[in-house]
């Protein structure tokens, strides 16, 4: 048999599936181990899409960067959020997913053993995508300050080194929740425009943010427009998870690069999935608001129920983590002995480095209210069955 390819040496398969396997299709499992939501895409999404499995035109490889009334929306999504203006024709590419999306990126600014700064804990894609590309993901630490995730600048700042590349975050984060300050993102720019470094920016979730917190775009930063490659998609913001569209907009200067690299990528976004995205970015309210107070609700009620574990609510996105080690247990033996009592969680080993490495993940967009107030007892009796430090779930009022 021919031998292993070196650049798959540390790419691990996901977790999230072995879960969702054992998990089975018992209705009675709390489902908390995949990026899922029941809230549904805006109506005319739904419908435009319908209507494009019967038009011929939707049916075809072109354009390859996608239909030009998409490109000019998506631009004015971007712009309307940065204050910065993009040129529809020039600076944006529609993709098969921003996952197709992040890859590209790392493909067209870097080479073999360049360094990407990301953080720990992150989500294992970017981790593995950096791999993939050729380049060497170097961590930077999310620290815990004040019920808070925190990120270490002075860690981030001494992480620059001679190969490094490129910084990659995601805001709010997969899968912590965190969601990063002004002043954080000042020193990720400065970082950027002193030592002529690409960001690549995963904006996937960037209006999901709670307690009234404010939208923040990279771009807007001085000298941030020229070295920004926002990666998008509607899957989140719009719960369009299964029409797989994303998009990457950057300066004109790398996007002949970005453009040749999806084409031999991903080689175009489907014709039918345009179609959704364009209704959903167009549509007078594409739901947004009033999802992210649900998943807010949501999240609020898992904080309620585990009042007391070690866990850091999220300040955005669908999804945050729980110490288990601070419990005295290895995160995948809590998550066996939650799945014993029909909570699917998913293990963070390998997404990110040591602090990740600490938790299991608990997504909060799937499940209502009424379900999820069953979490505090079936925690407390998996607690009970891994061994784990004893906690008692908070009585309902």
């Known amino acids: ?3 292993r390819p070196n650049r798959l040496a540390q790419v691990a398969g996901f977790s999230i599936d072995r879960v969702a396997a054992a998990a089975g299709d018992d209705p009675e499992v709390l489902r908390l181990e995949n990026l899922d939501t029941d809230l549904a895409p805006p109506p005319k999404a739904v419908e435009a899409t319908l ?9 075809s490889y072109l354009p390859f960067t996608g239909r030009s009334d998409l490109r000019r929306a998506v631009v004015a999504r971007v712009g309307a959020r940065s204050g910065v203006a993009y040129d529809g024709d020039s600076e944006v590419v529609i993709t098969a997913s921003d996952g197709d999306g992040l890859l590209d990126a790392l493909l067209a600014v870097t080479d073999a053993g ?4 990301v953080t720990d804990p992150t989500y294992a894609g970017i981790v593995n995508r950096v791999r993939l590309a050729g380049a060497v993901p170097r961590t930077v630490p999310m620290r815990a300050v004040d019920g808070a995730w925190r990120l270490d600048l002075e860690a981030l700042a001494a992480s620059v080194g001679p190969a490094t590349r490129a910084i990659m975050l995601q805001n709010p984060s997969f899968p912590s929740g965190y969601v990063l300050t002004d002043a954080e993102w000042r020193a990720v720019c400065a970082l950027c425009v002193d030592h002529d470094l690409w960001l690549i920016y995963w904006a ?3 209006g999901i943010v709670y307690d009234g917190g404010a939208v923040i775009h990279p771009a807007s930063y001085p000298g941030m427009r020229e070295r920004t490659i926002t990666v998008g998609t509607v899957s989140m913001e719009q719960r369009m998870i299964g029409w797989r569209i994303g998009w990457i907009v950057a300066p004109a200067d790398v996007m002949s690069d970005l453009s040749v690299v999806h084409i031999y990528n991903g080689i175009v976004a489907g014709g039918i999935a345009q179609a959704g995205a364009l209704a959903a970015l167009t549509a007078a309210d594409d739901g947004l608001a009033t999802s992210v107070e649900e998943w807010q609700r949501r999240r609020d009620t898992v904080g309620m129920q585990l009042q007391g574990l070690p866990m850091i609510p999220a300040a955005g996105g669908w999804s945050q983590l729980v110490d288990a080690r601070a419990l005295g247990v290895e995160p995948a033996a809590l998550s066996q002995a939650l799945l014993g009592q029909r909570v699917a969680a998913t293990p963070m080993t390998g997404w990110g480095g040591p602090i990740a490495d600490r938790h299991v993940r608990l997504v909060f967009s ?4 009424a379900r999820l107030e069953l979490l505090g007892r079936r925690f407390e009796l998996a607690l009970r069955d891994a061994g784990a430090t004893p906690w008692t779930a908070p009585t309902a009022a």
Do not use: I, K, Q
């Not at 799937?366 to 209210?369: G, V």
């Open 51 to 59: 209507e494009a499995v019967r038009d011929p035109s939707a049916n």
């Open 204 to 206: 996937f979730m960037e």
């Open 366 to 369: 799937r499940e209502p209210l």
């Open 114 to 117: 360049d360094e990407v700064l």
């Open 1 to 3: 048999m021919p031998t």
